[in-house]
């Protein structure tokens, strides 16, 4: 079984200080990892994926994520927020070189000037 | 390149009544998923095409739902009759045929469907 929680629901933090979108994630086999960000009115968008290489994923937008097993969390960081990263951001589990992706509730980021 | 598109963006209809969902995967593309996600909810996982075969349905909520891939292009996605319990967005994710690239989706900007 698997599934991924996402700590909290709406993250507000103030432009120019950093992000932390927080993810658990619960899987039976070795998984697969992701973060996506839906902008209003927009699709998802893949912002980056761990796939059992590098703990330390980079991704787009400066965003990154570590995987640490030992907490079993990926949690999405971003050193300095800016305005155009104000969304909803989901964390996904997959077991590896599987379909069934669970989704998190959704994080929505806002940032203040 | 084109991303996936779908159509309608909106879609107001009253119980009892038919919809259908179309979505135009980016072309190339054989893998083609629908996921939903009701008002609150996760995004769920309904089903997966393999070009226009079914691989995957676990996640059809009952049998009101019908999705079909005619010609491995694009997908319609039917639900008749409606019901209220059916509003939510709709998404469509495609990827390519590549294995090592299955996991990444890429994702429609969805439909909003409300059930009234």
């Known amino acids: 079984a698997q599934s991924v929680t996402q700590l909290d629901s709406h993250v507000s933090v103030s432009e120019g200080t950093p992000v932390l979108l927080r993810c658990n994630y619960s899987?039976?086999?070795?998984?697969?990892l992701f973060w996506y960000v839906q902008h209003p009115n927009k699709g998802l968008q893949l912002l980056l994926k761990?796939?059992?290489?590098?703990?330390l994923v980079k991704g787009i937008n400066g965003f990154e994520a570590e995987f640490k097993k030992s907490e079993t969390s990926f949690h999405l960081t971003k050193p300095s927020a800016h305005m155009s990263d104000a969304a909803e951001y989901f964390c996904?589990?997959?077991?590896?070189?599987?379909?069934?992706?669970?989704f998190g509730a959704g994080t929505r980021l806002t940032v203040k000037p | 390149e084109a991303g996936v598109t779908q159509f309608p963006s909106h879609s107001v209809i009253e119980k009892g009544q038919t919809v259908t969902l179309r979505c135009d995967p980016i072309?190339?593309?054989?893998?083609l998923y629908w996921y939903r996600r009701v008002m609150g909810k996760e995004i769920k996982f309904l089903l997966h095409?393999?070009?226009?075969?079914?691989?995957?349905e676990s996640g059809m909520p009952n049998n009101r739902f019908l999705a079909e891939r005619t010609g491995g292009t694009y997908s319609t996605l039917k639900v008749q009759p409606a019901e209220l319990e059916d509003s939510g967005v709709y998404f469509c994710?495609?990827?390519?045929?590549?294995?090592?690239?299955?996991?990444?989706?890429?994702f429609g900007p969805g439909t909003r469907l409300t059930v009234t």
């Open positions: 996904v589990v997959s077991p590896y070189n599987n379909n069934d992706m669970r």
């Open positions: 072309s190339g593309h054989d893998n």
């Open positions: 899987s039976s086999y070795s998984p697969s």
């Open positions: 994710a495609s990827s390519q045929p590549d294995p090592t690239q299955r996991h990444e989706q890429y």
């Open positions: 095409f393999v070009k226009e075969s079914k691989q995957d």
């Open positions: 761990y796939t059992s290489a590098a703990t």
